[in-house]
């Protein structure tokens, strides 16, 4: 285990270089940087030559590249266009509200698409079912901006339930567990917003898993035992049928960060999925590579933390 | 207490779907004396596996009783609620499957899949459990008992997979095992080794066995009596040495020259003709009549009844009952 853990995260090395340079070509390959969109008539033209030269913008791409990637290994992110800060100091500020947001999310999906499943499962080809399902392709084709809007337009501003922007109540002065139940108050229409899809992808999936599971042999065996149908559903079934949610949590750990660039613009979110939207719009390529890179790290880490918890839960998985 | 533990009578298991009714067990008749081993034969989609989960009450959603009784130690368990059942199931009657290598749970040791049925029906501690799985264990031959229980099922062989299932199913000491074709997945050395081994614990516990098989080499090892199904009904009842010498349905007579046989050099093995019909669409008059090299008009006509035709040999066929001008050609 500890030499195949090792050997995961070696070959992560190559791949996090290789994904930095696609990223990096990408970014390159837009067109205009950083100045571009700056254009003021009261500025002369040589300004923004001297700031590009400042910044190292003026330098070949191939050159650029390697200069980002020795201050990236040495956990310098750079410094912002727009903000004129240090990357890592947005980043740190940000990252927080996000992993919260993400947390939440996870929470959310976990606690509606396992018992939405069940129900479905329980019952295939039911009125419940077929609503679920029904419900599941809303969700599951609504985009989140979409889905956000609406969201805020019938709670917020219709319903004034929850609040539309924002982590936390500003000047409310809370402390503790006030402070942690205000930014949940705050939180869950983001967090619902981000985990719809995830919600309509896993219960239909948790349904599947679950109907397969039961026409299994060991079912069968179980039920031959005398052992009552719910016992049999939550000792043999749902342990088999719940393995394979290991997979879809390791790649949607990833996916979390990628769906929160929107959500969070929608919600006015201050995490770094914010961030990453100002970044792409001002051209901000510090900000744009800190947190791509960021993000790549998460969906590899994600898939690993998805292999190791395999052979945790199912001893038929071991690694040599 | 009556010599029979298990009488059906007029069994009909039907399944129900949108094109109409299937009679997959169209009233059977059986019995199975304490301590007596019999024999459910018949090709694939007979009715004997259905047969079987009528018993155990585990049949699909869309299979259904219709009619008939099945008493069980004096119970009609046709009668009973789920959770009468499930205290029967596992307890008094425990059941076996064809499939060792997915019969049990992957993800369940070994321990835990023979403790739980002990604990349910026995209402004893764990530690009392764990100590009759291990005894359990070591009564179907794994020396290393102790090491077994906290072993997955991927980590066992075939044979010894059905050996741990033997040990579970008999751990509540049945009066009746229902064994469903259990040896059909294992390889001939294996088979016989795990026949013994049923035949021990048969002796030991004093438990009735219904075995259904396809396999007459089977048959002959393990049964007392023989009951032969042919499209959900029972065509043929025989002890088991009667049987052999004196088959006497027709159907009974093909499927014994379709065994291969050590001792004649035969050009090619003997098959029946035609398939087992689809219960959807039985043939009107007896059932196997369209694949019977004797049958004549009437066995199109109408439907032979089951007749004793000496003590406790019973056939269903018109060639064994006489009526006036109809000589079997």
Redesign the interface.
Known sequence: MTTYLIRRILTMIPMMVLISVILFTMVQLAPGDAFSGQFDPRVDASYYEKMREKFGLNKSPVEQYFIWAKNFVQGEFGLSFRHRMPVSDLISDRIGNTVFLGVCSLILTYSLAIPLGIFSANKPYSKLDYTLTGFSFVGYSMPSFLAGLLLIYLFSFNLKIFPFSGTETAGGGYEGISLLLDRLYHVILPAFTLSLITIAGYNRFVRSSILEAKQ???V??????????SVVMR??VL??AL?PLITLFGLDLGLLLGGAVITETIFTYPGIGQLYFEGIVNRDYPIIMAVSMISALTVLLGNLLADILYAV????IRYE | MSQELLQIHNLKTYFFSDSGKIPAVDGITLSVKRRETVALVGESGCGKSITSLSIMGLLPESGKIVDGEIIFNGENLVKKTDAEMERLRGNEISMIFQEPMTSLNPVLTIGEQIMEGIILHRKVSKQEARERAVQMLKLVGFPRAEEILSEYPHQLSGGMRQRVMIAMAMATNPKLLIADEPTTALDVTIQAQILELMREVKEKFETSILLITHDLGVVAEMADRVIVMYAGKVVEEAGVEELFEKPSHPYTEGLMKSVPSLEESQQRLYSIRGNVPSPDELPKGCRFAPRCDKAWDRCFASEPDLKEIAPGHAVRCFLYQSEEGNEPR
């Open positions: 299994q042999d060991y069968r065996t179980a039920r031959a035992k005398g052992l009552s149908k000792k043999h342990r088999n393995i839960v199912d001893p038929r």
